[in-house]
């Protein structure tokens, strides 16, 4: 055998046109009989009322999962990580805004609660920025130059824009997974464009919170912040996920609302339970808490 043949490009190239050029020959024509402008000849893939039949589920279930993977993969994102909280958190600098709206007793009293906790809003805005100053990347074959602890949130308001605003002031690009609701929620304006993603499916949006997770912070938060955070757990306990660190933020809040000692001292789970998160309060603790974990090496 020669091995000094070079291949001609043209047998390098690929035979089969691609879909979207498939697309453009059959849109450059005009549809002029009964049967072309039946919807039943359209090409499926560009048939958008076909695709959102409820028969399709599954397919856009795929859909769902393997675009943000691929573009992911594309950005060379390694591992995130995930900050949950709540969206209703107001930023310290319109603490003043929350209280003046409020225009009754119990409403002026939430407002006092939510207010105390803006500090959160800060907390969660160095810690972004603790992990994007990291600069930590890849070294094995598997991932090599690929970042690592991307910051990653629900790309919304208040504790998701801390997160996304504290990588993108450190000059690193962040990550949003917003969810489409009835009332429209937009992406804040600090998750880089190329990696804000929509997401239909809850369920689709938390597996990618997740797949690419090596440490999650967790801030106080409602219904959303409950779901994810205990989740997380649940794939912990029940080792479908491997330990990661898991950062509890506000332990005076979430010993208001949930009592642990009172779930494990029922026996519905293991005291050893509680130790699969770790309580934390500034994001300095929570960073080393994340160094600890993995041994890292950040030049400090």
């Known amino acids: ?78 591992s995130t990580l995930v900050i949950y909280g709540s969206a209703r958190i107001p930023e310290p600098d319109h603490a003043q805004a929350t209280l003046d709206a409020a225009t009754t007793p119990q409403a002026r009293a939430i407002a006092e609660r939510l207010v105390a906790k803006s500090r959160y809003y800060e907390e969660a805005r160095r810690l972004a920025s603790l992990a994007a100053n990291a600069g930590i990347v890849g070294t094995n074959n598997g991932d090599r130059g690929h970042r690592h602890f991307v910051v990653c949130s629900g790309g919304g308001p208040s504790i998701m824009e801390a997160a996304n605003r504290g990588a993108a002031e450190a000059g690193a690009e962040t990550i949003g997974l917003n969810i489409t609701l009835r009332h429209e929620q937009k992406p804040n304006r600090f998750v880089t464009p190329h990696l804000s993603f929509q997401f239909h499916y809850f369920a689709l949006r938390k597996m990618h919170f997740l797949l690419r997770a090596r440490a999650v912070a967790v801030f106080p938060g409602g219904f959303g912040t409950f779901d994810e955070f205990f989740e997380l757990l649940t794939l912990i306990q029940t080792g479908k996920l491997q330990p990661i660190p898991v950062l509890l933020y506000g332990g005076d809040y979430w010993d208001r609302v949930i009592n642990f000692q009172a779930i494990a001292e029922e026996g519905l789970i293991g005291f050893d339970d509680l130790d699969l998160f770790h309580r934390v309060e500034t994001a300095e603790e929570g960073w080393a808490k994340i160094v600890d974990f993995y041994a890292l090496e950040t030049g400090d």
Request: proline share 8%; glycine share 2%; net charge negative.
């Open 1 to 78: 055998m020669n091995e000094n043949i070079k291949t001609p490009s043209a047998l390098a190239h690929q035979r089969f046109y691609q879909a979207e050029q498939e697309a453009g020959f059959v849109e450059s024509h005009p549809r002029v009989s009964p049967q072309q402008q039946d919807p039943a000849y359209r090409l499926a893939f560009r048939d958008t009322d076909f695709l959102l039949r409820q028969e399709l589920r599954p397919v856009r279930f795929q859909l769902e999962l393997l675009k943000p993977e691929m573009l992911l993969d594309e950005a060379e994102i390694a």
